[in-house]
């Protein structure tokens, strides 16, 4: 029985060698370190300009590229968020050294500030809602009916 108990524990010790030692690993596992110079990824943008770019997002084939009015759109939107971030950071750099009749005003205009964002926003998304429902009438052909239980009345489901 002891023996059992021994031949037991050994062969346990034997199985968590291997997976022990893979663990600790001698040395640097980053390959930078090992190469000897520094890698990055490939078709990196370089580009150093403060004007707002937007997220870089490698081709894909099932991921086609956004039309051009989207992407205009996007770094419109990406330049008005950058001008309110900034005014709002300046208006809280105020408010930090500001005397308490400051104070007031400057709360004022941070929400002035906001209600013109929001309102910014409240109007983009009407506009967007406009769109869609401008596509919904275009496209009557196209829309799912529950009804219908699918997209062309005419063609019937296997089994009907």
Same mark, same amino acid.
């Given at each position: 029985?002891?023996?059992?108990?021994?031949?037991?524990?050994?062969?346990?010790?034997?199985?968590?060698?291997?997976?022990?030692?893979?663990?600790?690993?001698?040395?640097?596992?980053?390959? !930078?370190? /090992?190469?000897?110079?520094?890698?990055?990824?490939? =078709?990196?943008?370089?580009?150093?300009?403060? !004007? +707002?770019?937007?997220?870089?997002?490698?081709? &894909? +084939? @099932? &991921?086609?590229?956004?039309?051009?009015?989207?992407?205009? *759109?996007? %770094?419109?939107?990406?330049?008005? *968020?950058?001008?309110?971030?900034?005014?709002?950071?300046?208006? %809280? =750099? $105020?408010? &930090?050294?500001?005397? @308490?009749?400051?104070?007031?005003?400057?709360?004022?205009?941070?929400?002035?500030? *906001? #209600?013109?964002?929001?309102?910014?926003?409240?109007?983009? /998304?009407?506009?967007? =809602?406009?769109?869609? /429902?401008?596509?919904?009438?275009? %496209?009557? $052909?196209?829309?799912? #009916? +529950? $009804? @219908?239980? !699918?997209?062309?009345?005419?063609? $019937? &489901? /296997?089994?009907?």
């Amino acid at each position: 029985m002891k023996n059992l108990n021994l031949l037991a524990v050994g062969l346990g010790l034997w199985l968590l060698l291997p997976s022990v030692s893979a663990q600790v690993i001698l040395g640097s596992t980053n390959i !930078a370190d /090992r190469v000897g110079r520094i890698i990055l990824p490939n =078709r990196m943008p370089f580009d150093t300009s403060p !004007a +707002p770019t937007l997220g870089f997002r490698p081709p &894909r +084939p @099932e &991921r086609p590229d956004l039309p051009l009015d989207i992407r205009q *759109r996007l %770094l419109q939107f990406e330049k008005h *968020r950058k001008v309110y971030l900034d005014q709002q950071e300046a208006l %809280l =750099r $105020k408010l &930090r050294g500001a005397s @308490e009749a400051d104070r007031g005003r400057i709360r004022a205009q941070l929400h002035g500030l *906001r #209600d013109q964002w929001l309102e910014q926003a409240r109007s983009f /998304r009407e506009e967007a =809602r406009a769109r869609i /429902r401008e596509l919904q009438d275009e %496209l009557p $052909k196209y829309r799912w #009916d +529950p $009804k @219908e239980g !699918a997209l062309d009345p005419n063609r $019937k &489901r /296997r089994g009907d």
